[in-house]
């Protein structure tokens, strides 16, 4: 920590004395990437952190310069109050550039944001009051108590400090709440949306983020050039842009801003042979998306894997702690309440004409360990999808405590109480373990983003609320050692585990797991058994998806069992695993039952 | 109702070159779910290419062409080539790297034939017809009778030949294509490298109609991706629908609003991807992204 | 070319079925070991049956031994030919078949055309055409929806659809990937019959289920996996009558 303070000092010094030893030219030049920096600044939390694809963000900087220069030079407004209206002005294009967002994804998305890009341009040539082809020109030098801005070596102190604060709010985003949602987002929205990110929403905040660092350094660039013509704005320009922060690496902002300013500078020098350097930097974007999508900022980490050889993180240093069960909740709430906490009333769903799920009913008690079995395509896991939101049934009900919950969003369902693991394992790969759970320990709704514009100091301290309870509910379930690891690199056994926890981070009263034993050993299972058994005696219900039956057997209470989409049979273990129907849905034919030894009490586990 | 027809007809001609175009991006999202960002330097290349033989090298027009959709064939195949392994992994990163192609594409057409372009004489110099006092250039018919002969060949490919059922069945199902001996790879390479050659005949053909320059790739790309979607994002006869449709909407544009006709096409376009994401033919045969 | 009774045409050779060989094969997902250097031998002619319950690797072997999963150790020889170095898509020229979990027929294309595409490594013409007439034979059901979607195809329907295309291309070895799943108790009896049907024209069958009864009847020898490994292996005749494979599967 001492280490990067210092750096940063250093840095900070260094970057205060750079145009002492500049000519004006040189100056011109840094004020120039400066302003590029910012714009790959906001291309990189668009792109990078939210995973939104933003081909916009030159028309983002255009509105920005193009508002200033407008109500400056036309509507005789001062240069501050014309800025702050280009940026409003910014952020309005950045909500409409974000409704598709809402819809399409993707190359849609691609395309769309490209189109506004260029509708802009368009309007910009043409329209009499942006001055049309040749741009507008004279706008004034923005005043500051007597300082002459028309200087770039001073211009330079007020980019410079205008920047330091916007990368550090960058970097202050994508370190709290809300950039770990869009992180997590980025990595999978459907998880993300299952632990309580709502993900339209989020998106939209994405772009109005991206729209404010681009109208930002519209204003910059118009203060700085004095001059906005429609050549800068143009997609060759928003294309390099897009270079920037690819080669620059666009998870990292750190790594967006040196891949602005790299390129600037190259470009910069290189001016003679302009053809040539896109030549070189169309080759560089290639080249990195193919062999280091995580450009120039990933190199570091990619450094450190090569080194170790690709060794197993669970190294010698790094092993699983014993689960420490949680306290068991209070007697009056073990009473059973009258109402279920799930139902299901007929539940159907058809998929294009295939009936996956048949009229299925099931009533679920508190405090229950409910298994839900039945060969493969039987439509299990279709049920849970229906359940935690993701499909929506084309018939029948389903209540939550009582309450019809049909049709809501998963992460409505997410802060209704509702949580679940995946089939195929949903962690979010780009973060650590550490931050899949601090997404998922997050319970504050979208709408609370407004304590990032006026009150961050709730966020601090709400972010450390976060880390305290991440950190106590890895030791509870004895990942201590791996909180810092990608789960990706991590054993199947502990990513399954990592899941659970990150299921319980949300505190929930039903919880879904969709085949938790998959993959796992003899040990791991029994693990998983205590695991379970304790999370239900901490006053959650437990519903889950298995096939392996021993699992099943020794751990559910009551089980159903489904067979092309409707339920065969329900009861308990041993009255399931003698329904002749049960055993002719799983292993073809009941008369094995009869060839075969009757079930004795010690079979009957 | 003069200019209507007139306008109408300018339309046309021109909605046939956004067709083209349309094809060629339907075609590779078709087969391969992917957009191509560097599709329409692919347009510019071949209208370079066509045109300089056809100028420079002197070559009938139709063998400038032919020499200009082999040229860009080669393109795609080695844009699919460099790409493939990105394919089905991660598609925003191999958008970028289309988009990284489209850059290194604009540099290479300027450093071989100059940043200011040139204009391409009509191959056929014949009297325009005058039917009910519209003035109808016969080249714009030979470029309609070429979309539609380029359509309908397109069709046959797809609908009646082992390799146009392969792209169609790779594009759905990897696996089982894989297990029937379709070596997926290759297949996207030949529909990359159709893709290429469709844009480079829209190139070729609309050098006479527009101006060859850098960036007449840019104009034409994006009108013609707007095309393919408008008509529904893989369905071929849709492209043709987006395409004249959007001919004749700049084109009445053009008349109505004069520079502002991109901005309004564009308006027009993003409103309809919004209440219809899936355009007028609705086909999804890629379920991707 | 001679036409035996099953209906489907063999190569000039005495027998159409081929030995496959599998020489401890393993496949590791991501950190996760699915199958665990398993042995086994289908001869010539024969039909065997892999068992067990979900997870047990059956649907990993399978894949591992077409390519479309890394094999991350074992042999595998077909006949004489080590396959060890053949690509995915080369597999069906050596005459290996593939109908995979969940048929995966090319659902926007017509049902003809999905049979077509079966024989995609052979030239489309006459031939292609007599094993298109043969498919219909054994499937008259298909015939008569040859130009329908196949995706519009109920899944019982599906399942013959995706037998035929892998049939098409005339294999020695056909390997299926639990073809009764999702489908009803008649329509797993016609699958039954297409099986013992295919076993009579002397095709080498490898028969992965997780219905062990249609596995018992179709095949003449299983083996149980378990965990990524075989648990037991014997004849079908022995095994249907085994209390073990039920404790296997229902865990008890």
Same mark, same amino acid.
Request: glycine share 12%; aromatic share 8%; net charge positive.
């Given at each position: 920590?001492?280490?990067?303070?210092?750096?940063l000092?250093?840095?900070?010094?260094?970057?205060?004395?750079?145009p002492?030893?500049?000519?004006?030219?040189?100056?011109?030049?840094?004020?120039?990437?400066?302003?590029?920096?910012?714009?790959?600044v906001?291309?990189?939390?668009?792109?990078?952190?939210?995973g939104?694809?933003?081909?916009?963000?030159?028309?983002?900087?255009?509105?920005?310069?193009?508002?200033?220069a407008?109500?400056?030079?036309?509507? @005789?407004?001062g240069?501050?109050?014309?800025a702050?209206?280009?940026?409003?002005?910014?952020?309005?294009?950045?909500?409409l550039?974000?409704l598709?967002?809402?819809?399409?994804?993707?190359?849609?998305?691609?395309i769309?944001?490209?189109?506004?890009?260029?509708?802009?341009?368009?309007?910009?040539?043409?329209?009499?009051?942006?001055?049309?082809?040749?741009?507008?020109?004279?706008?004034?030098?923005?005043p500051?108590?007597? /300082?002459?801005?028309?200087?770039?070596?001073?211009?330079?102190?007020?980019?410079?400090?205008?920047?330091?604060?916007?990368?550090?709010?960058?970097?202050?985003?994508?370190?709290?709440?809300?950039?770990?949602r869009?992180?997590?987002?980025?990595?999978?929205?459907?998880a993300?949306?299952?632990?309580?990110?709502?993900?339209?929403?989020?998106?939209?905040?994405?772009?109005?983020? =991206?729209s404010?660092?681009?109208?930002?350094?519209?204003?910059?660039?118009?203060?700085?050039i004095?001059?906005?013509?429609?050549?800068?704005?143009?997609?060759?320009?928003?294309?390099?842009?897009?270079?920037?922060?690819?080669?620059g690496?666009?998870?990292?902002?750190?790594?967006?801003?040196?891949?602005?300013?790299?390129l600037?500078?190259?470009?910069?020098?290189? =001016?003679?042979?302009?053809?040539?350097?896109?030549?070189?930097? @169309?080759?560089?974007?290639?080249l990195?998306?193919?062999?280091?999508?995580?450009?120039?900022?990933?190199?570091?980490?990619?450094?450190?894997?090569?080194?170790r050889?690709?060794?197993?993180?669970?190294?010698?240093?790094?092993?699983?702690?014993?689960?420490?069960?949680?306290d068991?909740?209070?007697?009056? +709430?073990?009473?059973?309440?009258?109402?279920?906490?799930?139902?299901?009333?007929?539940?159907?769903?058809?998929?294009?004409g295939?009936?996956?799920?048949?009229?299925?009913?099931?009533?679920?008690?508190?405090g229950d360990?409910?298994?839900?079995?039945?060969?493969?395509?039987?439509?299990?896991?279709?049920?849970?999808n229906?359940?935690?939101?993701?499909y929506?049934?084309? @018939?029948?009900?389903?209540?939550?405590?009582?309450?019809?919950?049909s049709?809501?969003?998963?992460y409505?369902?997410?802060?209704?109480?509702?949580?679940?693991?995946?089939?195929?394992?949903?962690?979010f790969?780009?973060?650590?373990?550490?931050?899949?759970?601090l997404?998922?320990l997050?319970?504050?709704?979208?709408?609370?983003?407004?304590?990032?514009?006026?009150?961050?100091?709730?966020?601090?301290?709400?972010?450390?609320?976060?880390?305290?309870?991440?950190?106590?509910?890895?030791?509870?379930?004895g990942l201590?050692?791996?909180?810092?690891?990608?789960?990706? =690199?991590?054993?199947?056994?502990?990513?399954?585990?990592?899941?659970?926890?990150?299921?319980?981070?949300?505190?929930?009263?039903?919880?879904?797991l969709?085949?938790?034993?998959?993959?796992?050993?003899?040990?791991?299972?029994?693990?998983?058994?205590?695991?379970?058994?304790?999370?239900?005696?901490? @006053?959650?219900?437990?519903?889950? /998806?298995?096939?392996?039956?021993?699992l099943?057997?020794?751990?559910?209470?009551?089980?159903?069992?489904?067979?092309?989409?409707?339920?065969?049979?329900?009861?308990t273990?041993?009255?399931?695993?003698?329904?002749?129907?049960?055993?002719?849905?799983?292993?073809?034919?009941?008369? /094995?039952?009869?060839?075969?030894?009757? /079930?004795?009490?010690? +079979?009957?586990? | 109702?003069?200019v209507?027809?007139?306008t109408?007809v300018?339309?046309?001609?021109?909605?046939?070159?956004?067709?083209?175009?349309?094809?060629?991006f339907?075609?590779? !999202?078709r087969?391969?779910?992917?957009?191509?960002?560097?599709?329409?330097?692919?347009?510019t290349?071949?209208? !370079?290419?066509?045109?300089?033989?056809y100028?420079?090298?002197?070559?009938p027009?139709?063998?400038?062409?032919?020499?200009?959709?082999?040229?860009?064939?080669?393109?795609?195949?080695?844009?699919?080539?460099?790409?493939?392994?990105?394919?089905?992994?991660?598609?925003d990163?191999?958008?970028?790297?289309?988009?990284? #192609?489209?850059?290194?594409?604009?540099?290479?057409?300027?450093?071989?034939?100059?940043?200011?372009?040139?204009?391409?004489?009509?191959?056929?110099?014949?009297?325009?017809?005058?039917?009910?006092?519209?003035?109808i250039?016969?080249?714009?018919?030979?470029?309609?009778?070429?979309?539609?002969?380029?359509?309908?060949?397109?069709v046959?490919?797809l609908?009646?030949t082992k390799?146009?059922?392969?792209?169609?069945?790779?594009?759905?199902?990897?696996?089982?294509?894989?297990?029937?001996?379709?070596?997926?790879?290759?297949?996207?390479?030949?529909? #990359?490298?159709?893709?290429?050659?469709?844009?480079?005949?829209?190139?070729?053909?609309?050098?006479?109609?527009? !101006?060859?320059?850098?960036?007449?790739?840019?104009?034409?790309?994006?009108?013609?991706?707007?095309?393919?979607?408008?008509?529904?994002?893989?369905?071929?006869?849709?492209?043709?629908?987006?395409?004249?449709?959007?001919?004749?909407?700049?084109?009445?544009?053009?008349?109505? #609003?004069?520079?502002y006709?991109?901005?309004?096409?564009?308006?027009?376009?993003?409103?309809?991807?919004?209440?219809?994401?899936?355009?007028?033919?609705?086909?999804?045969?890629?379920?991707?992204? | 070319?001679?036409?035996?009774?099953?209906?489907?045409?063999?190569?000039?050779?005495?027998?159409?079925?081929?030995?496959?060989t599998?020489?401890?094969?393993?496949?590791?997902?991501?950190?996760?070991?699915?199958?665990?250097?398993?042995?086994?031998?289908?001869?010539?002619?024969?039909a065997?049956?892999?068992?067990?319950?979900?997870?047990a690797?059956?649907?990993?072997?399978?894949?591992?031994?077409?390519?479309?999963?890394?094999?991350?150790?074992?042999?595998?020889?077909?006949?004489?030919?080590?396959?060890?170095?053949?690509?995915?898509?080369?597999?069906?020229?050596?005459?290996?078949?593939?109908?995979?979990?969940?048929?995966?027929?090319?659902?926007g294309?017509?049902?003809?055309?999905?049979?077509?595409?079966?024989?995609?490594?052979?030239?489309?013409?006459?031939?292609?055409d007599?094993?298109?007439?043969?498919?219909?034979?054994?499937?008259?059901?298909?015939?008569?929806?040859?130009?329908?979607?196949s995706?519009?195809?109920?899944?019982?329907?599906?399942?013959?659809?995706?037998?035929?295309?892998?049939?098409?291309?005339?294999?020695?070895?056909?390997?299926?990937?639990?073809?009764?799943?999702?489908?009803?108790?008649?329509?797993?009896?016609?699958?039954?019959?297409?099986?013992?049907?295919l076993?009579?024209?002397?095709?080498?069958?490898?028969?992965?289920?997780?219905?062990?009864?249609?596995?018992?009847?179709?095949?003449?020898?299983?083996?149980?996996?378990?965990?990524?490994?075989?648990?037991?292996?014997?004849?079908?005749?022995e095994?249907?009558?085994?209390?073990?494979?039920?404790?296997?599967?229902?865990?008890?």
């Amino acid at each position: 920590m001492r280490y990067r303070v210092g750096a940063l000092a250093l840095l900070a010094v260094a970057a205060w004395v750079l145009p002492y030893r500049l000519d004006l030219y040189a100056v011109h030049v840094v004020d120039v990437a400066i302003v590029f920096a910012l714009l790959a600044v906001g291309l990189g939390l668009a792109m990078g952190i939210a995973g939104q694809i933003n081909l916009a963000q030159i028309a983002f900087f255009g509105v920005g310069a193009y508002t200033t220069a407008i109500l400056t030079t036309r509507a @005789g407004l001062g240069f501050w109050p014309a800025a702050a209206v280009a940026i409003v002005a910014a952020s309005l294009t950045g909500l409409l550039v974000g409704l598709p967002a809402l819809r399409v994804q993707s190359h849609y998305l691609g395309i769309v944001t490209l189109g506004l890009a260029l509708a802009f341009v368009n309007w910009i040539t043409n329209a009499a009051v942006a001055g049309g082809a040749e741009g507008i020109s004279a706008v004034p030098v923005p005043p500051l108590f007597g /300082i002459d801005l028309a200087s770039e070596y001073l211009y330079y102190y007020l980019e410079l400090i205008a920047f330091a604060v916007a990368l550090a709010f960058g970097l202050f985003v994508v370190r709290t709440p809300l950039g770990r949602r869009m992180r997590a987002m980025r990595d999978d929205p459907l998880a993300a949306a299952a632990v309580g990110a709502e993900v339209p929403l989020l998106r939209m905040t994405a772009f109005v983020l =991206a729209s404010v660092y681009g109208g930002l350094a519209g204003i910059l660039y118009a203060g700085l050039i004095r001059y906005v013509a429609p050549e800068t704005f143009s997609i060759a320009n928003m294309f390099l842009l897009l270079a920037m922060v690819i080669i620059g690496g666009r998870r990292s902002l750190v790594g967006c801003v040196v891949g602005a300013l790299g390129l600037s500078l190259i470009r910069e020098a290189l =001016a003679d042979f302009a053809t040539f350097a896109q030549l070189a930097y @169309g080759i560089v974007v290639v080249l990195t998306v193919v062999f280091a999508p995580t450009g120039l900022a990933g190199i570091p980490a990619r450094v450190r894997d090569a080194l170790r050889h690709h060794r197993r993180y669970a190294a010698e240093s790094a092993t699983l702690q014993p689960f420490q069960p949680f306290d068991p909740a209070p007697e009056a +709430s073990t009473v059973r309440p009258a109402v279920p906490v799930l139902e299901i009333r007929n539940l159907s769903k058809r998929f294009r004409g295939l009936k996956a799920l048949d009229n299925v009913s099931l009533i679920v008690a508190a405090g229950d360990i409910r298994g839900i079995v039945g060969p493969n395509g039987s439509g299990k896991t279709t049920l849970f999808n229906v359940v935690s939101g993701l499909y929506k049934a084309t @018939g029948g009900q389903v209540l939550l405590d009582g309450e019809v919950v049909s049709g809501t969003r998963p992460y409505r369902l997410s802060r209704l109480g509702v949580a679940r693991t995946f089939q195929n394992l949903r962690l979010f790969g780009n973060l650590t373990v550490h931050e899949n759970l601090l997404v998922a320990l997050d319970r504050t709704p979208t709408r609370s983003i407004w304590r990032y514009a006026l009150w961050q100091v709730g966020v601090w301290r709400h972010d450390h609320e976060l880390r305290r309870q991440a950190d106590e509910l890895a030791a509870r379930f004895g990942l201590e050692n791996f909180v810092e690891a990608p789960p990706g =690199a991590l054993p199947y056994g502990i990513q399954r585990r990592i899941e659970i926890a990150r299921a319980m981070a949300s505190s929930p009263r039903l919880l879904l797991l969709d085949e938790p034993a998959a993959g796992l050993n003899g040990e791991e299972v029994r693990q998983l058994a205590e695991i379970v058994r304790s999370i239900r005696d901490s @006053g959650v219900t437990v519903v889950l /998806i298995e096939h392996n039956m021993g699992l099943v057997m020794s751990l559910c209470e009551r089980i159903t069992v489904l067979a092309s989409g409707a339920v065969i049979a329900e009861g308990t273990p041993a009255e399931v695993a003698g329904t002749p129907a049960v055993i002719e849905a799983y292993l073809g034919d009941s008369a /094995i039952v009869d060839a075969a030894e009757p /079930i004795t009490s010690e +079979s009957a586990g | 109702m003069q200019v209507f027809f007139q306008t109408l007809v300018g339309g046309l001609s021109l909605g046939a070159i956004y067709a083209l175009v349309a094809m060629g991006f339907s075609l590779v !999202y078709r087969t391969m779910g992917l957009v191509n960002f560097a599709h329409a330097d692919v347009v510019t290349i071949g209208a !370079y290419v066509a045109s300089t033989f056809y100028l420079s090298a002197r070559l009938p027009f139709v063998l400038a062409m032919a020499v200009a959709i082999v040229v860009t064939g080669c393109i795609g195949v080695v844009i699919e080539r460099v790409l493939r392994p990105l394919e089905n992994k991660d598609f925003d990163l191999m958008l970028i790297g289309t988009i990284g #192609f489209g850059i290194v594409l604009q540099a290479l057409a300027i450093m071989v034939w100059g940043a200011t372009g040139h204009a391409v004489p009509s191959p056929i110099r014949t009297v325009p017809l005058e039917v009910f006092g519209v003035h109808i250039r016969t080249y714009d018919l030979v470029v309609l009778a070429v979309a539609g002969a380029a359509m309908l060949a397109l069709v046959q490919f797809l609908q009646r030949t082992k390799r146009g059922a392969a792209m169609q069945a790779v594009a759905m199902d990897h696996e089982a294509a894989t297990a029937v001996g379709i070596h997926v790879g290759r297949s996207n390479a030949i529909g #990359f490298s159709i893709g290429a050659g469709l844009a480079a005949l829209a190139g070729g053909l609309a050098g006479p109609l527009l !101006y060859v320059s850098p960036t007449m790739g840019a104009s034409l790309g994006i009108k013609g991706f707007a095309a393919a979607i408008l008509g529904g994002f893989g369905s071929i006869p849709g492209a043709i629908i987006g395409g004249l449709a959007i001919g004749v909407l700049d084109a009445f544009a053009a008349g109505r #609003f004069q520079g502002y006709s991109e901005l309004v096409t564009f308006l027009v376009f993003t409103a309809i991807i919004m209440i219809r994401p899936t355009g007028v033919f609705g086909e999804k045969t890629v379920n991707r992204a | 070319m001679t036409r035996s009774a099953g209906g489907i045409t063999q190569e000039s050779s005495p027998s159409a079925g081929v030995t496959l060989t599998v020489e401890s094969l393993s496949v590791h997902y991501g950190g996760v070991c699915a199958v665990s250097s398993i042995s086994f031998v289908v001869g010539q002619g024969q039909a065997v049956g892999i068992i067990g319950a979900n997870g047990a690797g059956k649907t990993s072997t399978l894949k591992a031994l077409m390519g479309l999963v890394p094999r991350s150790g074992g042999r595998i020889r077909l006949g004489t030919h080590d396959l060890n170095k053949v690509a995915p898509h080369e597999m069906v020229r050596h005459g290996v078949g593939y109908v995979p979990e969940g048929r995966h027929v090319f659902a926007g294309l017509p049902v003809e055309k999905n049979l077509l595409l079966g024989a995609y490594a052979r030239a489309w013409g006459k031939e292609t055409d007599q094993a298109l007439a043969e498919v219909y034979e054994l499937f008259p059901v298909l015939g008569e929806m040859r130009g329908r979607l196949s995706g519009a195809l109920s899944g019982g329907q599906q399942q013959m659809l995706a037998i035929g295309r892998a049939l098409m291309a005339r294999p020695r070895l056909l390997l299926l990937d639990e073809p009764s799943m999702g489908l009803g108790p008649k329509l797993v009896d016609d699958i039954l019959r297409v099986l013992l049907r295919l076993r009579q024209d002397g095709l080498s069958l490898l028969l992965v289920e997780q219905n062990a009864k249609l596995a018992f009847e179709a095949t003449s020898d299983c083996l149980v996996m378990e965990n990524g490994k075989v648990a037991m292996t014997g004849p079908a005749a022995e095994l249907r009558h085994d209390t073990r494979v039920r404790r296997i599967y229902l865990g008890l």
